[in-house]
């Protein structure tokens, strides 16, 4: 079973946007998938509340029994775990950082979200996973923004990936009823990023598909 941690220290970086993408991605794949949300906000529950029966599972998760709760989901026959954690919050990021085969940081291509990323950067060193900024709700068309940011981001410390997800409207209105950017519009701009980023994370994580679904019990929030 792989890990993917969602991290970042700042507000408003678009980490459970990311996530379910990602986790839909994966399951549209073939991966067996769970997303656990250790935010106290459950942002990603309440997703899944709308989704209904649809993978992939959510589970409410804390930081001081996420260890027990990843045993389940690897017991259960969880192919990848995406891993949710709230802004400014210490122990999850730390919990969820050291139980990760791969950290993502999303960031915003702005100054002040990148001076943000350095603490998250100090917190992926400690563990020494690999870390890489993904780049989230950017302008459709920004070169020179995100080329800059790279730079930025290459000098705190952190590879970067080589994909992005721009400002699009399927992101919002998609997650408003319980779905994703891929499943409201398959042939879209949005659809296609999330396409190319979820090819990029595989190749990171080399995990091997599976088309059964799982199921973990209880909720342990």
């Given amino acids: 079973m792989k890990i993917i941690a969602i991290v970042s220290q700042k507000g408003g970086s678009g980490k459970t946007t990311l996530s379910l993408h990602i986790a839909v991605?994966?399951?549209?794949?073939?991966?067996?998938?769970?997303?656990?949300?250790?935010?106290?906000?459950?942002?990603?529950?309440?997703?899944?509340?709308?989704?209904?029966?649809?993978?992939?599972?959510?589970?409410?998760?804390?930081?001081?029994?996420?260890?027990?709760?990843?045993?389940?989901?690897?017991?259960?026959?969880?192919?990848?775990?995406?891993?949710?954690?709230?802004?400014?919050?210490?122990?999850?990021?730390r919990a969820a950082a050291q139980a990760a085969d791969?950290?993502?940081?999303?960031?915003?291509?702005?100054?002040?979200?990148?001076?943000?990323?350095?603490?998250?950067?100090?917190?992926?060193?400690?563990?020494?996973?690999?870390?890489?900024?993904?780049?989230?709700?950017?302008?459709?068309?920004?070169?020179?923004?995100?080329?800059?940011?790279?730079?930025?981001?290459?000098l705190i410390g952190f590879a970067v990936a080589p994909m992005h997800l721009t400002e699009r409207a399927a992101f919002h209105v998609a997650t408003r009823d319980g779905r994703s950017a891929q499943e409201l519009e398959p042939e879209g701009k949005a659809a296609g990023e999330v396409a190319a980023l979820w090819a990029w994370i595989g190749e990171q994580l080399k995990a091997k598909a599976s088309n059964r679904r799982i199921k973990i019990a209880g909720n342990h929030k």
């Fill in 102 to 154: 791969l950290i993502l940081i999303p960031c915003r291509p702005r100054p002040f979200d990148l001076h943000a990323i350095q603490t998250t950067a100090s917190l992926a060193l400690d563990f020494g996973k690999p870390a890489f900024v993904i780049f989230n709700a950017g302008p459709p068309r920004g070169t020179v923004a995100y080329l800059e940011a790279a730079e930025v981001a290459t």
């Fill in 25 to 93: 991605a994966a399951q549209l794949s073939g991966l067996r998938t769970a997303l656990f949300d250790l935010d106290p906000q459950g942002t990603a529950e309440a997703w899944a509340a709308w989704r209904k029966e649809e993978p992939p599972e959510v589970i409410g998760a804390k930081a001081s029994t996420l260890p027990r709760t990843l045993e389940k989901a690897a017991t259960a026959g969880a192919d990848l775990v995406i891993i949710d954690t709230p802004p400014l919050a210490q122990a999850e990021a």
